[in-house]
């Protein structure tokens, strides 16, 4: 099973950028997904998650200017609004899943650039 996000950029305070995490491989069925994001210098810090639901949390940090979705085909997105500075990291998603013989895994993908100047 593989992640693969995508979006990443260079931006301005202010911008907006929707991010996208495309899982593929032996999948029965994706539970929770979650952003995370390691900014230089400080430890990797959970931005959100969304349950097989659709229920969703945030990090106090983002509430307000990020959302997070996922649609029915395994890709997750993140919208994020009035980017700051202290946004800029290495976004990566994680997925919690069952995989095609119903073994309970779970799967970083490699993370995408944030650069957002001020």
């Known amino acids: 099973v593989q992640l693969v996000e995508s979006g990443g950029g260079l931006l301005q305070a202010g911008d907006s950028l929707r991010l996208a995490c495309v899982a593929s491989?032996?999948?029965?069925?994706?539970?929770?997904m979650e952003w995370h994001r390691q900014a230089p210098g400080k430890q990797r810090e959970l931005v959100a998650t969304?349950?097989?639901?659709?229920?969703t949390n945030y990090a106090d940090s983002v509430k307000g200017r990020f959302t997070i979705s996922r649609d029915a085909k395994n890709t997750m997105y993140l919208q994020m609004n009035s980017l700051k500075p202290e946004d800029t990291a290495v976004y990566y998603c994680?997925?919690?899943?069952?995989?095609?013989?119903?073994?309970?895994?779970?799967?970083w993908g490699q993370g995408t650039l944030v650069t957002v100047s001020s």
């Open positions: 994680y997925a919690k899943y069952y995989s095609d013989s119903y073994t309970y895994l779970t799967v």
């Open positions: 491989g032996n999948i029965f069925s994706i539970d929770a």
């Open positions: 969304i349950s097989h639901s659709g229920h």
